[in-house]
């Protein structure tokens, strides 16, 4: 079946400009994460959204970076304002639920870069 | 918090057999995830250990001690393919998000 997928696959902006990332997650799954991978750095957690809950906000930096996910499907994740620091890559996840242990399927990413 | 360390990079041969050492200190524990990234593709799941042991899966196992924090990841009969990024993430209690390390690059030679 149809894997997780993110749109746009790469991404250049003006500093200063907003941008909005999409994410379409494996049909049926109910948790959806947003990461963040910089160059020489790790996977860096940024919102997690399961079901119909609240999401978890707790990895966001800054309140330029917000997040919706609309019928409980597609996700969207927009930067205001962008800053050069900002330039990484935006990994979307999903898994059919938020268990212990639930492997996490990963889509391509969004390159961003903020010249 | 949680802290994961794994070397940076690593460098094989075909054919040989490597091992990619992982330790974290976490204020909770509930399992460990190996992924594999390719340069410029998504993470892909490897595997999941949460008791200790071996889990063996193809050319590939996974080992896990958690009194002392530990993982280490086997790759055996190494080929070209390998080379790629491997990277180890911790599952905290109480959380559904993972915390990644900084990933180990492998790069394997002929």
């Known amino acids: 079946g149809a894997g997780v997928s993110q749109s746009p696959s790469n991404k250049v902006t003006e500093k200063g400009k907003d941008v909005e990332l999409r994410c379409d997650p494996i049909?049926?799954?109910?948790?959806l994460y947003w990461y963040r991978q910089s160059l020489g750095q790790g996977l860096e957690f940024l919102i997690y959204?399961?079901?119909?809950?609240?999401?978890?906000k707790s990895g966001l930096p800054s309140d330029r970076f917000s997040a919706e996910r609309t019928g409980g499907s597609v996700s969207t994740l927009t930067i205001q304002r962008t800053q050069q620091e900002d330039s990484a890559v935006y990994l979307c996840a999903s898994s059919p639920t938020s268990g212990r242990g639930e492997t996490q399927y990963f889509g391509p990413g969004t390159r961003l870069l903020v010249l | 918090g949680q802290n994961i360390d794994q070397p940076t990079e690593m460098t094989a041969t075909e054919g040989a057999i490597v091992q990619i050492n992982c330790t974290y200190q976490?204020?909770?524990?509930?399992?460990l995830f190996w992924y594999q990234q390719h340069a410029g593709e998504a993470p892909t799941f490897l595997s999941y250990n949460v008791l200790d042991g071996l889990e063996e899966k193809g050319r590939f196992s996974s080992f896990l001690s958690r009194s002392k924090g530990y993982s280490y990841l086997l790759l055996k009969e190494l080929q070209m393919k390998d080379s790629a990024s491997y990277l180890c993430?911790?599952?905290?209690?109480?959380?559904?998000?993972?915390?990644f390390g900084k990933g180990t690059m492998l790069l394997v030679s002929p």
């Open positions: 993430a911790v599952s905290p209690p109480g959380y559904s998000t993972l915390t």
């Open positions: 976490t204020s909770g524990f509930n399992g």
């Open positions: 049909s049926g799954h109910t948790a």
């Open positions: 959204f399961q079901g119909n809950s609240a999401p978890d």
